[in-house]
C-alpha cells in the first residue's frame, strides 16, 4: 500500500487508497468521529467512486527525514516514549487494533521541534500483515 502527499487549501496530506469492502467499519468510523491521541487527524473522502485516506501532516515532518545533521536531545527520545505510552492507553480506550499502528521512521510524524510525535493508524491493513 503506498502513500502519496497532496497539498489542499494550505494543508498537507499524507495519502492513501481505502481497500475495497471497507467502506464502515468500526476502525473507520472511530477514527472519524473521534479526535484520538496521539494518532495523525484523519478523513475518508471519495474521488472517483474510490474512498481515500487522508492523515493531516500539515507541520509536521516524518523520522525519516531528520538527517543526521539534526540532534535528538533526551527530552525528545522521553516525549516520544510517552507518546507510544499513550498511545498504547489510546488504542485500548478505543479498542483499536495496535497491530495497525505504523511505527517505523517514515510514519511517525514530529514537530520541527520534536516536542510533539503522532502515529498514523492504517484501518485497512495490520503491520503483522507485511512481515
Known sequence: ???TTERLNNRKFLVTRQEPGEAESYQISMLSHNSIAPLLEFSVRSV?????????????????SLG??????PESVLILCRAL???SDSMNEYFLDIDRVR???????GTPAL?????????DKSVSEDL
Not at 467512486?49 to 525519516?64: A, C, E, P, V
Not at 543526521?68 to 536531545?73: E, N, Q, R, T
Open 1 to 3: 500500500m503506498g502513500y
Open 48 to 64: 472517483d467512486n474510490s474512498g481515500y485516506y487522508y492523515y493531516d501532516i500539515t507541520g509536521l515532518q516524518n523520522l525519516n
Open 68 to 73: 543526521g545533521d539534526v540532534l535528538v536531545s
Open 85 to 87: 505510552a499513550e498511545l
Open 103 to 109: 511505527t517505523d521512521p517514515e510514519h511517525v510524524f
Open 115 to 123: 516536542d510533539r510525535f503522532l502515529f498514523l493508524y492504517d484501518p
